[in-house]
């Protein structure tokens, strides 16, 4: 849910629960299908002609652009031949040249799978990368970003259940060291999305008597957030 507070001194904030939160992992995706040119903007258009996508698809984008590539979006003011990419921005053509986003595909995601039984979440990573300098002239040394981010890891505690039949599916993507989607949908509908390698430790652990066990999501592409 979401709880919105008023503040009398500046505009209202909102707080959002993670109570109700589900995880979820794409295990299925259906044929991708090629796209000849991308728009640079914000929810760029792909033109991929005959695809049969609707509004609100979930798509896994691989793209010659290495900064939209292995990324989910989702389907929006999709028309023939023509499907709009929501969650991205392509406007700066220092990073997406003109052109560059021939030769990617659109596959929509065709089955998630929830990871059964979560008791904690612990996202890290995703922090700006800085570098250090120091000129002879200067009197201060500076730290400035490189542009570039910390991987991003997502370990995911769980009970532990053999006999669970989303375990059991998650567990030979895992040992397959298969590529899949990541969801992480919230009770009032929101929803980040990622694409990487879930990893199951298949070890249990006791914790307080019971048994556990970990799973870590790790993200190739960018995170979207709707």
Same mark, same amino acid.
């Given at each position: ?7 009398? #001194? ?8 993670? *109570? ?19 728009? &640079?903007? *914000? &929810? ?10 609707? &509004? @609100?698809? *979930?798509? $896994? ?19 023939? @031949? ?37 008791? #904690? ?49 998650? $567990? ?6 298969? #590529? ?20 199951? #430790? ?17 993200? *190739? ?6």
């Amino acid at each position: 849910r979401m709880r919105v507070h008023l503040s009398e #001194k500046g505009p209202a904030m909102a707080i959002i629960s993670t *109570e109700g939160m589900s995880l979820l992992i794409g295990v299925t995706f259906d044929v991708a299908k090629p796209v000849t040119a991308i728009a &640079n903007g *914000e &929810n760029p258009v792909a033109d991929c002609a005959g695809h049969d996508f609707q &509004n @609100g698809d *979930e798509l $896994l984008v691989i793209s010659p652009w290495e900064g939209l590539s292995s990324t989910i979006v989702r389907a929006v003011n999709v028309a023939a @031949g023509k499907v709009g990419l929501s969650g991205v921005d392509t406007s700066n053509t220092g990073f997406f040249a003109p052109g560059g986003g021939a030769g990617s595909t659109l596959a929509k995601i065709t089955k998630w799978v929830e990871i059964p039984q979560v008791t #904690k979440y612990e996202p890290s990573g995703g922090d700006p990368v800085y570098k250090s300098r120091k000129f002879l002239k200067r009197r201060n040394a500076m730290t400035y970003p490189t542009g570039a981010f910390e991987p991003t890891k997502i370990p995911v505690t769980m009970m532990y259940d053999p006999n669970d039949a989303n375990y059991k599916e998650l $567990l030979k993507k895992s040992r397959a060291t298969a #590529k899949v989607a990541y969801k992480q949908l919230l009770s009032n509908g929101s929803a980040t999305y990622a694409y990487g390698w879930f990893v199951i #430790k298949e070890t249990p652990v006791p914790d307080d008597g019971d048994l556990i066990t970990t799973r870590t999501f790790s993200a *190739e592409g960018l995170i979207t957030s709707f």
